[in-house]
């Protein structure tokens, strides 16, 4: 898969398309030399793990996995100054994921942090 195809899945989430692109990039920044790949309905960044993207058309949105548990990012979000109902979008996805759902263009500085800190969590 390329990340045309990505990008193409990423149509599918609406309005929320040009985020889930931004986000993406800065997700290749972060760790350059890496590459998604659709694993299921996921693009899982490899050759590190410490993010995925899933294409949510019904809800024009973006549902983020990172490495990390909801507890730390809640910690961090806190002290960063983040208002409360980000951090209600938190939801533990396995025993040290989360997820994250991007629905609006309100989340792009959130969504940008919360992928910093779980590339650090992994890379710890």
Do not use: C
Not at 17 to 33: D, H, M, T
């Amino acid at each position: 898969m390329s990340q045309n195809a990505m990008y193409e899945d990423f149509e599918r989430a609406g309005k929320m398309e040009v985020i889930a692109k931004a986000l993406s990039r800065y997700v290749q920044s972060l760790a350059p030399g890496g590459e998604f790949i659709l694993e299921g309905k996921r693009w899982v960044y490899r050759h590190q793990n410490f993010v995925t993207f899933s294409v949510q058309p019904k809800k024009a949105g973006v549902m983020l996995t990172l490495s990390g548990s909801p507890g730390s990012f809640r910690e961090r979000m806190e002290t960063f100054g983040f208002r409360k109902e980000y951090e209600n979008d938190l939801e533990r996805e396995r025993t040290s994921y989360s997820r994250y759902p991007v629905r609006s263009p309100g989340q792009l500085l959130v969504a940008a942090q919360l992928i910093k800190w779980a590339f650090d969590n992994f890379n710890a």
